[in-house]
C-alpha cells in the first residue's frame, strides 16, 4: 500500500479549489501525465469518469466514482484498471486570510507486485505533483496572488 497526504494554503477560495478539482474533463489540460478524461455517467452529485494516464509507453486506463460535496470536499474511489484499490480524498476548508487550506490524501495499491515495479515510482510522482498541478492551474485562470504572505504551495504534511 501507497498513501500521501499534503496541506497547503493557497489564496484561493475554496469554491474556486472545489471547482478545479470537480472539472474532470479538464484534467489533460493540466495535470501530468493525464492524456484523456471523460465523464460516463452523472448521478446528481456523483459522477462516473475515466482518466488514462500515460508516461512513455505506458498507458492505463483508470475508472472511479468521484463523490462532489460543494465547495468543501470531493472523494474518489477507483472501480476499475491497473489497481487493487484506491481511494483519495481532497478538503477545502476557509482560512482567516481569505484563501482556504487545501488538503489531499491519497492511498493506493497495485494488483500486481510486477505492475507495481514498472508504474509505481511514475504513479507515485504523479500523486506526488498533483497539489502543485491544482495550484498551477489556480494561478493561471484566477490570477496569481498578489498578498505578499502567499508564497507557492509549500506542503504542510507529507507521507508515503
Known amino acids: 500500500m501507497t498513501a500521501y ?18 472539472d474532470v474533463e479538464h484534467y489533460p489540460e493540466f495535470l501530468p501525465w493525464c492524456i484523456g478524461a471523460r465523464i460516463l455517467r452523472r448521478d446528481n452529485n456523483i459522477l462516473y469518469a475515466d482518466l488514462i494516464i500515460g508516461w512513455k509507453m505506458l498507458r492505463e486506463r ?3 466514482k468521484v463523490v462532489l460535496n460543494p465547495p468543501g470536499s470531493v472523494q474518489f474511489d477507483y472501480t476499475n484498471g491497473p489497481l487493487k484499490y484506491l481511494h483519495g480524498d481532497w478538503r477545502f476548508t476557509p482560512t482567516p486570510q481569505g484563501g482556504c487550506l487545501v488538503e489531499f490524501q ?8 510486477a505492475l507495481s515495479l514498472v508504474m509505481g515510482g511514475v504513479f507515485s510522482e504523479l500523486v506526488h505533483r498533483m497539489v502543485g498541478a491544482y495550484e498551477a492551474r489556480a494561478n ?5 496572488p498578489k498578498a505578499a504572505s502567499y508564497q507557492s504551495a509549500k506542503p504542510v504534511e507529507q507521507k508515503s
Not at 5 to 18: F, G, H, I, L
Not at 106 to 111: A, G, S
Not at 140 to 144: E, H, M, P, S, T
Open 5 to 22: 497526504k499534503e496541506k497547503v494554503s493557497v489564496p484561493y477560495t475554496p469554491q474556486q479549489m472545489y471547482d478545479l478539482v470537480a
Open 62 to 64: 483508470f475508472s472511479s
Open 106 to 113: 491519497v492511498d493506493f495499491e497495485f494488483k500486481s507486485w
Open 140 to 144: 493561471q485562470l484566477y490570477g496569481k
